[in-house]
């Protein structure tokens, strides 16, 4: 058994994929630093900050593992040489994978009542997902309605990583290092990382008209042009949104104009699909690779950004 887990875990959650919810956390972590007015020195109690960030990397391995329940039926015909539909993993395998990720995240966050509620709100979200919001039949047939019902799990990941930063600075407070508790404005970052996200999601299942198949796709069902708008749109809030966190914290204008010019370049290539309904590269069958690029600009930026501002 324990094989076939380790079999599941290098191919569908291999190192590369659990480094996103860290780095997102990281990059979370340097805004709410920068947003609070803090200096970070040594001496700290860092530990909060990193307890959160493992517990997020359970978290979304609990969703990719409830995932394959979920869409078994449909991974057996678009996916067959997976894990689970391959048989070279058992449902039981991932039932066990699921119970001992659940405990974990309970050891990682019942030192916490903040971080408990955090976790006890990211599990309910979680099995609701799991069971389709008791509305399966309906939402296998809308692609739509199962991103709006689902898309918000993310909000519940980063109001928990928010928690984890107000209990950061409680506890630094306490010790005389933090002037102030945190001031809990979250969701300034929130939504644009969030987006970062739903550009994702919309951009995978974008495909050139000739590249389509039986699997359902949001270009198939909007549409490739009101598909890759709505992915366009997406992208503008969040490059709104990180424009205007880098005006509050005092960003040189050059700073924040660099980020402007850089984050439409990155627009290019749906701006691309948009006139052409091609892709950059034929070997590109949807639009992932360039949100990717994307998301990872966006978090190198204010990683970056922070970094230079803290050792001026």
């Not at 976790?119 to 309605?145: A, D, Q």
């Not at 980020?259 to 701006?271: C, G, H, K, R, V």
Request: aromatic share 12%; glycine share 4%; with cysteine.
């Amino acid at each position: 058994m324990l094989k076939r887990i380790l079999i599941y875990l290098q191919e569908m959650y291999p190192p590369a994929h659990a480094l996103a919810p860290i780095i997102m956390s990281i990059v979370f972590f340097m805004a709410m630093t920068k947003l609070n007015g803090y200096t970070l020195i040594a001496g700290m109690s860092y530990w909060p900050l990193v307890l959160a960030t493992i517990s997020q990397l359970f978290f979304v391995l609990l969703i990719r593992v409830m995932d394959e329940f979920k869409d078994y039926q449909d991974d057996l015909k678009n996916f067959p040489n997976r894990p689970l539909p391959s048989g070279r993993v058992l449902h039981g395998d991932l039932k066990l994978l699921g119970v001992c990720i659940v405990i974990i995240m309970i050891l990682l966050n019942a030192w916490s009542s903040l971080l408990a509620v955090g976790m006890l709100l990211v599990l309910v979200y979680s099995l609701l997902m799991l069971k389709w919001f008791f509305i399966e039949e309906r939402m296998r047939k809308s692609l739509p309605l199962a991103l709006l019902s689902h898309h918000p799990i993310i909000y519940c990941y980063l109001l928990y990583l928010s928690l984890g930063f107000v209990e950061f600075s409680r506890i630094n407070l306490h010790q005389g290092i933090l002037p102030q508790e945190a001031r809990f404005i979250p969701f300034l970052m929130a939504i644009p990382l969030a987006f970062l996200s739903t550009n994702w999601e919309l951009s995978r299942k974008i495909k050139p008209p000739q590249l389509e198949t039986s699997y359902t796709t949001y270009s198939k069902i909007l549409g490739p042009k009101i598909a890759v708008i709505s992915a366009l749109l997406t992208q503008l809030i969040t490059f709104s949104g990180v424009s205007y966190y880098l005006y509050l914290t005092n960003s040189l204008a050059v700073t924040i104009a660099l980020f402007i010019t850089l984050a439409l370049l990155t627009m290019l290539p749906y701006l691309r699909f948009l006139c052409t309904l091609k892709t950059l590269s034929p070997t590109h069958e949807t639009l992932r690779v360039y949100s990717e690029i994307q998301a990872i600009f966006v978090q190198l930026f204010i990683a970056l950004e922070f970094l230079i501002t803290l050792y001026k």
